[in-house]
Structures are given as C-alpha cells and as structure tokens.
C-alpha cells in the first residue's frame, strides 16, 4: 500500500510539472492537496511519509476524527472541500485550514461567528456552477460574461463575504463536468480565470490569485488555464 500510494504520488507530480512547463509556469506555483476522504490513517501517513502536507476531506465528522489522529504532525494543513450543512460547520472552523467551497452567504456568515468565537481566521474559495449543471453547487454564474445580473449577484456576495473579519477570500473554486469533452472542461476553468480576473476589478477587497480547480480526470487541463490548487483523489491512493 505505502509503496502504491508513493508510486502514484510520483507519477502525479511528474504529470503536474509536465503541465506546468507545456504553460510556462513552474510545479512550485500549483499546490497538490491530496483529497484524502474516506481513505484510512494509514493511506495518510504513507503520503505524508512521502511528501504530502496538504489533504482534502469533504466530512466534518472525518475531519475531526483526522485531525485528531495527526494532530502531533502539526504541518498538515487541512483543506475542507466539500459542501458544508449548517449544522457540521463548527468543526470546519475548528479544524480547516482552507475550504473551497462557500456556495451561499449564510454558510461563511455562520463560519465568521464560530472562527471569532474560537479566535481563528480561515481562508476560504468562493464555489462558483461555470457550467450551469443544475447537479453543481456553487454560485450561478453559467452566462456572468453576457448576464449583468450574474455579475452584479457574484461580486455582491464576493464583497459581503470579504467583509466579514474571520475570513479571508483568497479565490474561485470550480469543478467541470463530469465526463465532458476536454475541449469544454478547458472552456470551464479559462472561464473561470477570466471571472477572477474580473473580480480583482470589480472587489478589490478580496484577494483573487488562488483558483481552485482540476482533480484526477482533469488537472493538467485545470494546470495549463491557471490552477493553484489541484484537487487529487483516486490518481493518489487508488490500489492499481
Ligand atoms: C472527491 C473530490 C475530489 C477528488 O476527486 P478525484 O476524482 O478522486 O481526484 C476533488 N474535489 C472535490 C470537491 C471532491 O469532492
């Protein structure tokens, strides 16, 4: 198992750098979170043993039980990439160092309450739907290039967001369909680019240099427009 989990993580960082180049920009400017969830301590600690500091979960409960468990390594840094419920958003405060998705104002109205309660900030990616698939969570912004509604309704949220003193907006999030061609998964996240970069314009009360986007099917398309963040699962601890 150590040695599958460090034979994929080498493939996949070869793949990241190789992505890197072919769009001028170097491996070191794109941070590998290895999503972790419902992967065991075990296949943690082989990739910690093998480099990985950064880890995805998309369940509170299991990233309480994690965090818990690892709490002696206290260089991991915990990325929260799931969809968030009201009511599991007290250990994502407690113990995320990132999360990637705020999908509605109330969800990091409630976050900025528990993070003051408890005397922690935490950055955060603004979940953006780019495709329009009614199965996507994240704010609608399908036609934001031809829709003003679209624009004014992000950069609404965005600027009350960046407001609140606990948390700090540091970009967009995206994921792109499922199965889609390559040639629309590259069309999603350079549209997602270009949304941030319309965004440094239009709220400059955030910070919008980190794009969060690309998993094993699609990172080095989500590489080649952009991507700081990759989200990496099944290419790092599935058994080959
Ligand atoms: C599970 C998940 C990933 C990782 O997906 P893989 O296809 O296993 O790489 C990335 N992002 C989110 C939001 C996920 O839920």
Known sequence: MDYCI???????????????????????????????????????AAAYAAGVRHFGENRSAELVEKAAHFAADDDIVWHFIGQLQRRQSQPVAAYADFFHAVDRLSIAQRLDRQLAEIGRTLPLFIEINISGEASKHGFDVSRW????????????????????????????????????????IRTVFQRTRRLAEWLRDAVPSADWDMLSMGMTNDFEIAIEEGATHVRVGRAIFAKQ
């Open 6 to 44: 460090e034979v994929n993580l080498n493939r996949v960082r070869e793949r990241i750098t190789a992505a890197a180049a072919r769009s001028g920009r170097s491996a070191d400017q794109i941070e590998l979170v290895a999503v972790s969830k419902q992967q065991p301590a075990e296949a943690i």
């Open 145 to 184: 290039e031809d829709d003003g509604g679209q624009r004014e309704a992000i950069s609404a949220a965005a600027a009350t967001i960046a407001d609140f003193s606990r948390i700090e907006v540091c970009g967009l999030m995206t994921m792109a369909p499922w199965g889609a061609p390559q040639n629309e």
